[in-house]
Every structure is written in structure tokens, then in C-alpha cells.
């Protein structure tokens, strides 16, 4: 009798399909190692996809505890007692913080589009003064996650992988939003401004950005893109999407309300305020986007506090 001959696809389709549940559950269940093997790619889509996959899903292993009963056999493995250095308490239970000195200052990578130009320079007004802070502000004019005049593989991505190596922030802060309503073209695709379509891109390539800006485990504290005089930017849209990035990478990603500060009771849209003085100050430039430097300062100052509540820095 002789032997059935072996399919090659269904051999093929079941090996596929043995190794998408292996790369499951290995997130799952480890996803310290699969984190590390993402690192460990070559440069490129490869990496980003590594860590775009092994981010959100670490995150929701470590939320859910599904990583513990591993851990719980490693430690039983070690007979080295571990060394425990004392660190300021992390308020979210899961990010270990460094108490930053002029010594060792705390790194701040700050970057975005137009709206972080303004916003960086508030940063280096209110921070930099301050001995335990250096800004490193990349903000760039006309940029944004859709915009095609940058390759976003080639020129996005590797752009950021190489300011992490570069500046070894401890933390990242982003402020973006500026250009996403213009219904570019990426690819021969009109992307129209709140479509679904434009939500998926954005979406997709929030994550990948994040990956990159962590890549060396530094969190990231993100504004959202405050609202504006015309409502063609469709604010609220894309802090749906930014608000379900950081829901998806945890602790990893905290989100600051720009409109706290820059909103009024309400938190709508003002140009002015009265200030501590009971002066009547502009907020916002001529075309109701950017700001002016009260509004960048208020920003600046509303990021100070968080760090200072997440243990980073002390209150002066």
C-alpha cells in the first residue's frame, strides 16, 4: 500500500499557521524575550514591525499578568540574590523612574511638527534653566505622519531610530497634528481626512513611531494636538487615534491634555486668557494654530509638573 502523497501548500499553510500561534503566544507569555528579539533585527521594516507587534502586546501580557507565571520560574532559577538600588516610586506601578541632578540630568527628546517648534522653545525657557534638564528640540516645519514629502521608512523612521541613539532621551514628548487634514496623496491613496482609511494609516504609523521613540525604553509623554480656530483640522479625530496609542502601549505612552491649559472651563478652543497680572495675553497666533509664547510656556509648565509627579524631577 503505498503513501498518500503530501500536500507542499497545506504543509505550508500549516507551518505558517504553527508559527503565528508560537509568535502569539510567546508575546503573551514572554514578552521581555520577544521584546529582545525585536532588537535584535536588522535595521529597517523588519525592526519596526518587531517592535510595532512586540509593544502593545507586552503591554497587554504584563497588564493582564500573563507574563508571571515565567517570571516566577526564573527567579526560582536564580540563586543570585538580586541587587536593588533605591528609586523614586513609579506612580503607575510599572515604569522604574531616575531622579534626575545636574549631574545627570534627565534627557528630554522632544518632537513633532510645527506646533513642537513653538512648543520646544518653551521647553528651553521653562526646563533649561532648570540644572537637571537638557532639551534636545527636533520639531520640523510641515511634517506630519501622512505628509509625503518624507519617505516614511527611509526618512521617518530611520530618522528617529538614529535621534534615540543619538540623544539617549529618558524621556520623548511629542506634539503633532498640524498637517494630517490636507488629503495627501501617499502611494497614488487620497487619504481623506477623517475617513477610515486615513484613521488606519495613522494609526498604524503612530505605533510604528512610538516603537522607535521607546526603542531604548524611554517613555513617552504625548500632548494631544490641541484644538484649533478652524475646525477643518479634525482635533478631536486624531486624538481618538493618539488617545488609542497610548491606551495600547500602557505605561510605555502617557497622554497630557494640551487643552488644560490652553482651554478655557470648558476646555474649547480660546485665543486669549487674562494672566496672573489680569492682562488680556494672546495664546495663539494669527491663524488660530501655533502658539504664542504664553501658550508654549503654559505647555512647558504643565509638563514640568507631571515630571515632577512621576518622580523625575524635584520640585524647585
Do not use: C
Request: avoid cysteine; charged fraction near 25%; glycine fraction near 10%.
Amino acid at each position: 500500500m503505498t503513501s498518500p502523497v503530501r500536500n507542499p501548500r497545506r504543509r505550508a499553510a500549516r507551518l505558517t499557521a504553527t508559527l503565528v500561534l508560537g509568535l502569539v503566544a510567546s508575546s503573551l507569555l514572554a514578552p521581555d524575550a520577544v521584546r529582545s528579539w525585536a532588537d535584535t533585527q536588522p535595521a529597517g521594516w523588519r525592526r519596526a514591525l518587531a517592535r510595532t507587534w512586540s509593544g502593545p502586546t507586552g503591554g497587554l501580557a504584563r497588564d493582564a499578568g500573563l507574563d508571571r507565571p515565567l517570571i516566577a520560574v526564573r527567579d526560582a532559577l536564580d540563586s543570585e540574590p538580586a541587587v536593588v538600588f533605591p528609586v523614586p516610586a513609579d506612580p503607575k506601578g510599572g515604569r522604574v523612574v531616575r531622579r534626575a541632578s545636574p549631574t545627570d540630568p534627565l534627557r528630554v527628546l522632544a518632537v513633532g511638527d510645527s506646533l513642537m517648534l513653538d512648543l520646544q522653545y518653551g521647553l528651553e525657557r521653562i526646563l533649561e534653566p532648570r540644572p537637571d534638564v537638557e532639551i534636545e528640540g527636533r520639531g520640523a516645519l510641515g511634517f506630519g505622519f501622512t505628509v509625503p514629502h518624507w519617505d516614511w521608512e527611509e526618512d521617518v523612521l530611520a530618522d528617529y531610530s538614529r535621534l534615540v541613539a543619538e540623544v539617549r532621551p529618558d524621556v520623548v514628548v511629542v506634539m503633532i497634528g498640524a498637517n494630517e487634514f490636507e488629503g495627501h496623496v501617499l502611494e497614488g491613496e487620497a487619504l481623506e481626512p477623517g475617513s477610515e482609511r486615513w484613521t488606519e494609516v495613522l494609526a498604524e504609523r503612530a505605533g510604528q513611531a512610538v516603537a522607535q521613540w521607546r526603542a531604548e525604553g524611554a517613555p513617552v509623554y504625548w500632548w494631544t494636538t490641541p484644538r484649533m480656530r478652524d475646525t477643518r483640522f479634525l482635533t478631536d479625530d486624531l486624538n481618538a487615534i493618539w488617545d488609542a496609542t497610548t491606551m495600547a502601549w500602557g505605561d510605555g505612552v502617557t497622554s497630557l491634555d494640551s487643552m488644560v491649559v490652553l482651554g478655557d472651563a470648558s476646555g474649547a478652543y480660546r485665543d486669549r486668557m487674562v494672566d496672573e497680572n489680569g492682562r488680556l495675553v494672546d495664546l495663539r497666533k494669527a491663524q488660530g494654530g501655533h502658539f504664542h509664547e504664553v501658550g508654549a510656556d503654559l505647555l512647558a509648565r504643565q509638563l514640568e509638573e507631571r515630571l515632577v509627579a512621576d518622580g523625575w524631577l524635584v520640585d524647585d
